[in-house]
């Protein structure tokens, strides 16, 4: 193909704050695409100070130009695909059936995360910490 998406091998070492400023905790921003990251991450890079107000945005953004957070929609793709992509990443972290922040906004307090053992979607508040794995487009 000509085009699509990879999901970077590396995620956190630790689990991470979606938002990590109360302020930024109780409010929408906009990042409400189910199913496109990139537009969520563009929404969260309009604010001052995001890389220190979103960890887990600027975790992805720290891999390199074209990283985003996933967007919900993107997580379940890839949990769609988790035989393919569990022999890809397991064999290199050995931790891919953990649960994953999305970059997608619940409300004004809460932010969807993704277990990948199997594929349920859970709103939390946007102070719980959870692991992260990012996403390219090609």
Same mark, same amino acid.
């Given at each position: ?61 720290? *891999?390199?130009?074209? %990283? ?5 929609? #993107? =997580?379940? &793709?890839? +949990? ?16 891919? *059936?953990?649960?994953? %922040? ?5 409300? #004004? =307090?809460? &932010?969807? +995360? ?25």
């Amino acid at each position: 193909g000509r085009h699509g998406k990879m999901v970077s091998v590396k995620e956190t070492s630790n689990e991470l704050q979606w938002s990590s400023d109360s302020n930024e905790q109780k409010r929408l921003i906009g990042a409400d695409n189910e199913y496109n990251g990139a537009y969520n991450m563009a929404k969260v890079k309009q604010i001052a100070d995001w890389n220190y107000k979103y960890p887990a945005f600027a975790w992805c953004a720290d *891999l390199g130009d074209g %990283w985003y957070l996933p967007a919900r929609g #993107e =997580l379940l &793709a890839i +949990y769609r695909n988790k035989d393919i992509v569990e022999r890809a990443i397991s064999s290199r972290d050995g931790g891919y *059936l953990r649960r994953y %922040w999305s970059s997608t906004e619940y409300s #004004e =307090l809460c &932010a969807c +995360y993704v277990y990948m053992s199997d594929g349920d979607t859970i709103s939390r508040t946007k102070n719980t910490s959870s692991y992260v794995r990012a996403v390219s487009a090609f």
